[in-house]
């Protein structure tokens, strides 16, 4: 799941870069994930380094992979709307 954070014509920052501005060009959105590494708190990261060692992975799964890693995404890409998360 993932936010919507700029439409059309708006003008992006993403949340880690305070350097970077994006300009959402037409039929496109900016989406983010709520899952990084500056939002998750310590009971977080324990479930987390608790889940990767019953898995056997040392990989960090806490970024969110977006519009902060591939751009603008195209609005028919988009598949559905969450309304609220449980």
Do not use: M
């Amino acid at each position: 799941v993932k936010r919507v954070v700029g439409l059309v014509g708006q003008i992006v920052r993403p949340r880690e870069s305070w350097h970077r501005i994006e300009r959402v060009p037409s039929f496109a959105l900016w989406v983010e994930g709520d899952n990084n590494e500056e939002d998750s708190n310590k009971e977080d990261e324990d479930d987390e380094k608790e889940a990767s060692a019953i898995k056997g992975s040392t990989t960090n799964h806490c970024k969110s992979i977006d519009s902060r890693t591939y751009g603008p995404i195209c609005k028919n890409l988009v598949e559905g709307v969450a309304e609220r998360i449980i």
